[in-house]
């Protein structure tokens, strides 16, 4: 999903490039609402967690790979105006150090991963949320139904801008197949690997997942080992 230097033509890159600041301009905003000092350290981790399965690419075609995005779970995880701020500094950094993904692309880059990924993993969570039970078990359909359709569609965003602004000398009809076929599979896995991490944090730190405020109240906290007063009362 990483799209390099040269790829799409220069109104386009310059367009996203717009979204992903005014994107990141409103997550700066937004993320202070979701962030305390509780919270914080679970956010640095997940940034992380996804740099780390961010940087396993997947051959995709033109010079463009596919790999798993994270944008479903750490928007459960800590918040969907935070998931795009974590999701830009591990674009940035991949950019900037490791040559994944181009400088002049990181705006189309933060608008398929960090807008897209997260607003439709996002998204389809919270919908699925409101029909379902709301139990651990469908907290984590939901999620992994989220995760699992946020890589396509940001695949077919990209897809739809390579229509508008591709450059390289790849037929669309070739691109689409491409990034379709693959970006469904690693939706599988992304949809599994969303399930596994967040059932391991609600088995420990249930408080601390942002999409699961639902599932504990203030007497269920009060309850748990280690949790200080002020923490239950906040």
Known sequence: MHVPDGFLDAPTSVATGVVAAGTVALALRGARRELDERTAPLAGLTAAFVFAVQM??????????GHLIGGALTAVLVGPWTA?????VVLVVQAVLFADGGITALGTNVTLMGL?????????????????????????????????????????VFVALFAAGGVADVPL????????????????GEAVITVAVLAA?????????????????PADLATRPGLRAEEVVR
């Open 173 to 188: 009809g070739a691109v689409a197949a491409a990034m379709g076929g693959v970006h469904v599979l690693i939706g599988i």
């Open 201 to 217: 944090v609600l088995s420990v730190r249930p408080d601390l997942v942002h999409g699961a405020a639902h599932l504990h109240r």
């Open 84 to 88: 795009v701020l974590c999701t830009t």
């Open 56 to 65: 396993v690419n997947f051959p995709v075609g033109a010079g463009t790979s």
């Open 116 to 156: 897209v990924a997260v607003g439709v993993g996002y998204g389809v969570s919270r919908l699925l949320l409101s029909v379902l039970p709301r139990t651990r078990g469908g907290l984590l359909a939901a999620a992994g139904a989220g995760a699992f359709v946020s890589v396509p569609a940001a695949a077919l």
